[in-house]
């Protein structure tokens, strides 16, 4: 007899017994299949909440001001990098474990919170090592691409020079960019 695909084979003799429960004399035809395996491709699924630290690939200009009767363009605050807090989903099937302790796998994450953050503003996803931790649950190490909001300059307006005649004020251009980042999470 061929094997039944795991959903079916855990379905079917459920069926039976609801339509012998119907019929009342018709007896169950249908053999009691119990599936070796009944992982439906979820269980190696996680959650996590994770601190996450973002590379820019240019500086994020938080904050700048204009200065002296030449309009000297100041930057007052800016970032390469920053933190923020990440919902994490993690992947960590069996056959890629490594050892007992260590499993290899995959994160998907979206930020929900962090410095100049309004929450959901970031996406990630990529590889990532999982450890086991005796009665407790495993903490998640990745490296992988980050695509998150950005802001830097106008055309034209240069840190350190005068403003450009064009302008009245400083002026921000704000957009997405890709870059890259690290991952640390603790499932729950």
């Known amino acids: 007899m061929k094997k039944l695909p795991a959903f079916i084979a855990m379905i079917l003799p459920f069926m039976a017994s609801v339509s012998n429960a119907a019929q009342n004399s018709v007896p169950n ?61 993690n992947w960590r099937p069996q056959e890629f474990r490594l050892s007992k302790e260590v499993a290899f796998g995959f994160y998907v994450g979206v930020k929900v919170t962090g410095q100049g953050s309004t929450g959901f503003d970031g996406f990630s996803l990529g590889p990532q090592l999982s450890f086991s931790i005796p009665n407790s649950k495993p903490i998640n190490v990745g490296l992988g691409w980050v695509a998150h909001s950005t802001r830097f300059f106008a055309d034209g307006i240069i840190e350190g020079e005068a403003l450009p005649e064009q302008f009245d004020e400083i002026k921000y251009r704000e957009t997405t960019e890709n870059s890259y980042m690290l991952m640390v999470s603790k499932s729950f």
């Open 29 to 89: 035809v249908v053999p009691n299949v119990v599936p070796k395996e009944s992982n439906l491709g979820i269980e190696p699924w996680g959650m996590s909440f994770g601190l996450g630290v973002e590379k820019f690939r240019n500086n994020f200009i938080e904050r700048a001001s204009i200065n002296g009767t030449s309009k000297i363009v100041v930057v007052e605050k800016k970032m390469d990098e920053q933190t923020g807090g990440w919902l994490t989903m």
